[in-house]
């Protein structure tokens, strides 16, 4: 995504952020803007995090593998959660270049299909170890139109309905694992909206003119922040 500043809301220990992606203002604020927290519970900063990046075989998902790999703050596991096995073992061969001993695993998703994301929900949960930190970081802009699994508008699909339903499937294990985070990769883009308004209701369940499909991903990721909003209250306290 372009740069812009971020958009946050935050709670007590389960906290959900929604953000432009920024490498400086990630790694400065999402990252070592724990160390203090971490300096005060000396056993925090020993404790393995497992961390689960959405999107993670290329782009922003995969370097903010790498900068998490490469960070002093915390050891940590990390899942790619992508569609392509093959893709994501070229990135974690990619990785581990930079981090030979780097701990990575792939898991398959697919945000264009909820079984996957019901299958990939359970996968993970059968391990039965913490989650602390869940990426938001998929999506997907498409000129070309195009419908899930399920039949929804694929960029309404993709980057609102799948990354939510994945979010909520995960929230239990999330907050029993607290401290730990969400994070939402946003997009300036939702600035874009043309009515300033959204109405689901009225969202195609079919492709669309390629003519609109930067106003349906401007939809989407203005969602993405009413939705991130929508976490934080609900999670104060928690």
Excluded at 1 to 27: H, I, M, R
Excluded at 210 to 233: G, P, V
């Amino acid at each position: 995504e372009n740069q812009d500043t971020p958009s946050l809301s935050l709670s007590n220990k389960l906290t959900a952020s929604s953000f432009v992606f920024d490498f400086d203002l990630f790694f400065s604020y999402f990252v070592f803007g724990w160390e203090e927290e971490i300096l005060k519970e000396k056993q925090e900063k020993k404790r393995m995090k497992n961390i689960i990046i959405t999107g993670a075989n290329t782009g922003i998902g995969l370097e903010t593998a790498r900068g998490l790999l490469l960070s002093l703050i915390c050891d940590c596991k990390i899942f790619l959660a992508c569609r392509s096995q093959e893709k994501a073992e070229e990135a974690i061969i990619d990785l581990k270049n930079t981090v030979p001993n780097a701990d990575i695993t792939f898991m398959k998703l697919d945000l264009c299909d909820l079984e996957s994301v019901k299958s990939f929900a359970k996968n993970f949960l059968s391990l039965e170890i913490p989650l602390h930190i869940l990426i938001n970081n998929a999506g997907m802009m498409t000129s070309n139109g195009g419908v899930t699994a399920q039949g929804h508008e694929i960029m309404f699909g993709v980057n609102y309905l799948a990354t939510y339903y994945l979010t909520e499937l995960l929230l239990p294990k999330l907050i029993t694992s607290a401290p730990s985070r969400i994070v939402i990769v946003g997009s300036k883009s939702h600035m874009q909206m043309a009515n300033n308004k959204i109405d689901i209701q009225k969202f195609p369940t079919e492709s669309f003119s390629s003519l609109k499909f930067l106003n349906r991903y401007a939809d989407t990721k203005l969602l993405q922040i009413f939705w991130c909003h929508e976490l934080s209250r609900r999670l104060q306290g928690t």
